[in-house]
């Protein structure tokens, strides 16, 4: 099968078994963002089809939320706190490393597509801050060394 | 006989490294042919000190910590299985003065059992509550709550029993019961901590309001941001069900309560309850306007009661004392504990549930021991990015949500951010105005503009340009968002903003206080 045929054939089969569920949209873009790392933007004309909803509106949730991805994250997505509490610890320092560290800006991929770097709004590891997510993986009290530590880490495990 | 060995898996432990003293405390177990049971508990909610080991002794659990993989090997070499000293001994747990001075309701088992373990929630007072509200009339359950005076943990603190009244007496073919998980304030975690380390609590106090509005289907809106949270309630949820605490006949009384954990989606305004239901219909997370009140026409238009976590996992012990138990706590119009999150520069961050009354002063220094840093402390911020940043001449406001009022500040869901005398206050109030601009729903055009116009002008002020005109315009700037907004997002971002100019002015370039205005 064809990547662009999988990819459809993935989308249909979740959002099939979601659609019944009340207010389904949500845990069906969950579904395909679990699956595929992001919910392609060709998919959303099948999506709207199947749940009965226009593709603008359909458009317009996943344009909503900023969890959802419109592209294919790196391998794996880092997630770096800017709220309040992590700023009184020095997150603002910690994210200009991160960025220098990886050579980008926050909602980008590094060239190697090796790493994706997101803002987050609170982790709710507020009394350990600085705090970051790699993948499903929370981290506290983060620091430059840290940091450093953590990715080599990740890295030498892909 | 064999050890029992604790080791939280609380996110904010495993953060500092929980998962790998744990495996390491098991591996040198099995090196040394000791039998051990290893349980992950929820935190006791002192961060400073975990990983916080504990270790079953005849005389109660003895604690060590914070302990690292590093130290594992001579714990044991030091006996900690029998309690035996190490540099990293902190005693009998219960005897550590952050938590004896506690008085712990709703979060009273966190950290003492295995958290998705139903014999041991049962065997720790679980589902008392729920046994006596299958006793009751609809109308007693709901009595009980409002003698509590219970009121809405989330921030907005609405009294819970009239909300469950209000939804008791719609009639409607079905209700809802909405537990609000999107703990979106930066500072707070208590919310998660009750997920992740007591999860049969939320599912028992859903239940229970439930039964009492004559409500079928309970819906938790979890934020994606807490996976330990996702796994730990989907866990309880199931094992509920299979021991009949949900389902189609709960313990056999022919009370039908369904429930399911829906994920958001990074949305800060899907906190906000009527946003939340739209997100939860699977649309946009607009803010809807009221009335109608969610408990006459919410989810699906139906009757809905909308619950912070907090809130719902303080019904289970209400239920199982009685009302007045409960309202026994508190002082004035605030009634019963609030768990206050310790947070950002503070050395010893955590958890602290205490009966409304005591002052800022008292949690920052004889709890938090000031700062983290050891610089001194010179604002606060209570009630989330929405609450007002404080000063030092204010830290002798008790913890009151009147006296908070009184000051103009907010105790919202009780998280408290400390911020050391390095901080740039004009740069807080810009990040305000910033998070407000990120995070609109974009339905109100005060908060939807003005927030990006709030940024613009404060970073004109931060530049020095102009303030003698820009001051008075970011403070018509913040009247017009305080008073054209729906929602608390744009109806409360003034709160920080203008606490930063009116307590900090010297951070905006005006020398003399009166110049601020």
């Known amino acids: 099968m064809t990547e662009t045929g999988s990819i459809q054939s993935t989308v249909q089969a979740i ?76 997150s603002k320092q910690l994210e200009e490393h991160v960025k220098t560290r990886l050579g980008i800006d926050f909602h980008e991929t590094t060239a190697d597509g090796k790493f994706s770097l997101e803002p987050v709004y609170c982790l709710g590891n507020c009394a350990c801050s600085p705090a970051m997510q790699i993948d499903n993986e929370i981290y506290g009290r983060v620091s430059a060394n840290s940091f450093d530590a953590a990715l080599n880490e990740v890295e030498e495990l892909a | 006989m064999s050890i029992t060995i604790y080791v939280p898996g609380d996110s904010s432990a495993v953060s500092l490294g929980a998962d790998r003293v744990a495996t390491a405390i098991a591996n040198e177990a099995a090196k040394r042919s000791l039998d051990i049971r290893l349980i992950r508990n929820g935190s006791r909610g002192m961060f400073w000190l975990e990983p916080l080991v504990e270790v079953l002794t005849e005389n109660g659990r003895v604690a060590y910590g914070p302990v690292q993989t590093g130290d594992v090997a001579g714990l044991f070499d030091a006996n900690f299985t029998q309690g035996g000293s190490h540099p990293l001994c902190l005693g009998l747990t219960e005897e550590l003065d952050y938590l004896k001075k506690q008085q712990r309701l709703t979060f009273a088992r966190i950290g003492l059992t295995d958290p998705v373990s139903l014999d041991d929630y049962i065997a720790n007072d679980g589902y008392r509550g729920l046994s006596n509200a299958l006793k009751l009339p609809q109308a007693d359950i709901v009595k009980a709550v409002t003698d509590s005076g219970l009121r809405g943990r989330g921030g907005a603190a609405f009294p819970t029993g009239i909300k469950w009244n209000t939804v008791l007496n719609t009639p409607s073919e079905q209700k809802y019961i909405i537990c609000n998980a999107d703990e979106g304030d930066s500072g707070t975690f208590s919310d998660r901590m009750v997920m992740e380390g007591d999860p049969f609590v939320l599912i028992e106090g859903m239940t229970i309001a439930g039964i009492a509005v004559g409500a079928t289907q309970g819906y938790i809106y979890l934020r994606v941001e807490y996976p330990y949270a996702h796994v730990a309630l989907n866990t309880a949820i199931e094992k509920a069900y299979q021991a009949g605490y949900l389902g189609a006949d709960i313990q056999g009384s022919g009370k039908k309560f369904d429930l399911e954990v829906r994920l958001g989606a990074g949305a800060y305004i899907c906190g906000e309850e009527t946003s939340l239901m739209e997100s939860l219909e699977g649309k946009r997370g607009l803010v809807r306007f009221k009335p109608p009140l969610p408990a006459i026409s919410g989810l699906f238009g139906k009757p809905t009661v909308v619950n912070n976590v907090i809130s719902l996992a303080s019904v289970p012990i209400i239920l199982d004392r009685g009302g007045d138990y409960y309202r026994d706590f508190g002082m004035g119009r605030s009634r019963g504990t609030l768990p206050l999150q310790l947070a950002g520069n503070i050395k010893h961050g955590g958890l602290v549930e205490l009966a409304f009354g005591l002052t800022l002063r008292e949690l920052l220094y004889d709890f938090g021991g000031g700062s983290a840093s050891g610089r001194p402390i010179r604002a606060v911020q209570v009630g ?19 006296a908070f009022a009184a000051i103009w500040a907010v105790l919202g869901h009780g998280g408290i951010v400390v911020f050391d005398d390095t901080v740039d206050m004009a740069e ?73 100019l009116n307590h900090f002015p010297e951070d905006f370039g005006i020398k003399d206080k009166a110049e601020a205005v």
Not at chain 1, 33 to 48: F, H, K, R, T
Not at chain 2, 389 to 401: A, C, G, I, K
Not at chain 2, 456 to 483: S, Y
């Open chain 2, 428 to 500: 807080m109030a810009r990040y305000s105005m910033e998070f407000c601009a990120i995070e609109s729903c974009g339905k109100c055009t005060p908060c939807r503009i003005g927030s990006t116009r709030g940024y613009e002008v404060i970073d004109d002020i931060i530049a020095g340009r102009d303030l003698d005109k820009n001051i008075p315009l970011l403070r018509d700037l913040c009247n017009t968002l305080l008073n054209g907004s729906l929602c608390a997002l744009g109806g409360m971002t003034p709160y920080p903003v203008l606490s930063a």
């Open chain 2, 384 to 402: 989330g990015p929405l609450g007002a940043y404080l000063p030092e001449s204010q830290f002798d406001t008790p913890l009151d949500y009147e």
């Open chain 1, 15 to 90: 959002t099939t078994a979601l659609k019944d569920k009340p207010g389904a949209l949500l845990p069906i873009l969950h579904g395909i963002q679990d699956a595929l790392g992001y919910i392609p933007p060709e998919s959303v004309a099948d999506i709207a089809k199947t749940v009965n909803l226009s593709r603008a509106e359909v458009h317009g949730v996943i344009s909503f939320y900023h969890y959802f991805r419109k592209t294919a994250p790196g391998k794996h997505t880092i997630h770096l706190c800017r709220a309040e509490s992590c700023q009184s610890m020095g």
